[in-house]
């Protein structure tokens, strides 16, 4: 509805806040600039190799943890152990906003620093857990870091690329999670296959402690905004957008997490290759995300709605190939996990680029959101295929869980994207109404709100009076 109200112009940016991230990219050499960015890098690829190698190992910790009902109903068992993968997807949900409203005078450099030490802790605990219930919970403990560290490490990278790279900022900080599946998670899979999955993540431990003193030494100080708190970040969770976009990470990324949460054992029911083959389905999904978080940066930087509106149907095409060339055919299991993770991670960047406009000043917030709702979507889709499988589905029944979880995810994109071109017009109209109650330059719509595709912020207005806006309710 409409309603006419004081407009109020928004305060200009702290001018610490823009020093920090403006400064960074000129004071910086170039080969300072590239060791910064790849030790941000570094800490996304643990985070990579300690989600995404559960997923290849879970047959190995339900041995390990679950012997018992493994031995009885094996089916039973599998799905009982991706309740470890969705503890570590609800420590990312808890976390993420959580950690970001508690560090809002912190300096993102210091905020960043901690991250990694609390994510090397929660890994260490994964691995000298004794039981399958407290394996669960440190899995959620290691999951609280996550997704702030993504947060901070993509307004970082956003801020050392420079302006107008805020796309291709976000694709460096999700660089080492896409390289993490293309490397990492393949030779993470083969060591737990060896030595054990608790020798993996004391090694996953390992790399974070390496990015602890990657940071320090790479990244230059950014200071605390002086006068920030937590309140001015809660402002952002007013914003019906925000929770839009969220929701459609949530359900759309959760069709790709119905199946990877079970690439094992659809590696050995579904296409009837060897357990040692799955390394190989893992690379094959890695490089997918590589290549996909590639493109979607650029692309994201050219159009965040085109990235969305093409993004979206080839991740579902890829979904139903995958379930239509994956039984009993090897290759046609590499190609369906490749094409997947392509559609789906060239959606990341757009996603997370979206949220941070929503939240506009609140961006730490923004940003750490979107690692909520992709972990929303993790958990959402482990729970469901494993659902599926435990009702005696079999495992290609995920499969059609995802094609329905993605084409969701879709529908509401288009929903929202109509709904603030209509939102759009109707402000322009009631602005043109309005003329003699203003002066200075009108805006063409909401700065925060009605444009997803704008790259940079709204134009500063000089306005009087009694301005109509439009008002969701």
Known sequence: MIRTVRFRPLPP??????????????????????????????????????????????????????????????????????????????????GAPVLALLSVRWSRTTMITALAIALAAGTVLSAAMPTFELTVLARFLAG???????????????????????????????????????????LMTALGQVAGWRVVYLVIAGIFLVTVFALRWA?????????????????????????????IAAVGFAGGFAVF????????????????????????????????????????????????????????????????????SLAGLLIGFFAVNVG?????????TWLIRVAHRSEVLGASLNHAAFNVANALGAALGGAVIAGGL????????????ASMGFL?????????Q???????????????TYTGQIPAVDPELAEADRTTSAPSTSTTGSMPVLIVS
């Open 412 to 420: 509401l994109v288009v929903g929202a994207l109509l709904a603030l």
């Open 261 to 328: 949460s079970y690439v094992a054992d659809i590696t050995t029911q579904v296409s009837g290759a060897s357990a040692s083959l799955v390394p190989w389905v893992l690379a094959s999904a890695g490089l997918g995300m590589t290549l996909g978080n590639i493109l979607g940066g650029v692309t994201t930087d050219r159009s965040l709605r085109g990235t969305l509106l093409v993004g979206f149907p080839l991740y579902i095409a890829a979904l139903v190939g995958l379930f239509l060339a994956a039984p009993g």
């Open 219 to 247: 990244v230059p100080a950014q200071p605390a905004v002086p006068g920030r708190r937590a309140v001015d970040e809660i402002v952002a969770l007013r914003r019906v957008q925000l929770w839009v976009v969220m929701g």
């Open 13 to 94: 940016p702290e001018p610490a806040a823009a020093a920090a991230d403006d400064s960074a990219p000129h004071q910086l050499s170039a080969r300072r600039r590239t060791f910064a960015l790849l030790a941000l890098a570094l800490g996304g690829m643990g985070i990579g190799a300690s989600e995404f190698a559960t997923m290849g190992l879970l047959p190995g910790i339900a041995d390990g943890l679950l012997s018992t009902q493994m031995d009885t109903d094996p089916e039973a068992g599998i799905a009982r152990a991706g309740g470890l993968i969705t503890a570590y997807a609800l420590g990312v949900v808890v």
């Open 394 to 405: 079999g495992f290609r029944a995920p499969m059609v869980v995802a094609i329905m979880l």
């Open 422 to 436: 209509l939102r759009a017009r109707r402000t322009r109209a009631v602005l043109r109404e309005h003329e003699e």
């Open 344 to 352: 789906s991670s060239a959606l990341g960047p757009a996603l997370q």
């Open 144 to 186: 609280v870091p996550h997704g702030a560290y993504f947060g901070v490490a993509s307004l970082l990278a956003a801020s050392l690329m420079g302006p107008g790279s805020q796309g291709k900022g976000v694709a460096v900080a999700l660089s080492g999670l896409t390289v993490a599946n293309l490397v990492g998670v393949p």
